[in-house]
């Protein structure tokens, strides 16, 4: 079983009211235009002309080489913390990254991979079956951008 793990309201929440992120900076205040700004934290699609926040973000606890840096979007207002058992809402192009990671928060090499968006769940189960991956990570095939994590539930 796995679990599509958004970030943490805590991290949201700090990144609503201003606070930095990653590259130490503000987040950018912009109105979603409603053409693909996938909230990573309630996991939905910023309705056009809502607020919304573009930022850094490093999903990992601390910098270290494997530490990717990367822009997101997050909902200028409160949202609800996404995530569960199915694949959310904000992923919706015909294929993305997969790749695991160690509990190390480095990657496990050899697992990463273009996975068609059908087959990211059992990718994911697959992934997990190597001891060597604690968690794993969702991104853009076209740009590397970070979506979602997924975890053992």
């Known amino acids: 079983m796995i679990r599509f793990t958004a970030i943490a309201t805590v991290e949201a929440r700090q990144y609503q009211g201003g606070g930095q992120d990653a590259n130490g900076q503000e987040p950018e205040r912009h109105i979603s235009d409603g053409q693909g700004n996938p909230c990573r934290h309630c996991l939905r699609m910023i309705p056009e002309g809502a607020g919304m926040l ?49 509990a190390d ?36 095939a076209r740009n590397n951008c970070f979506q979602v994590r997924i975890d053992r539930a």
């Open 105 to 140: 928060n480095r990657i496990v090499y050899g697992t990463g991979s273009v996975t068609p968006l059908d087959l990211i769940s059992l990718r994911a189960e697959a992934l997990f079956a190597d001891p060597r991956v604690a968690y794993v990570h969702v991104r853009s």
């Open 54 to 102: 573009i930022l850094a973000h490093r999903p990992f606890p601390e910098p270290q080489p494997y530490a990717e840096v990367g822009p997101i979007f997050v909902c200028a207002d409160h949202c609800a913390e996404g995530g569960g058992p199915l694949a959310p809402q904000i992923l919706n192009s015909p294929d993305y990254i997969t790749r695991g990671y160690g």
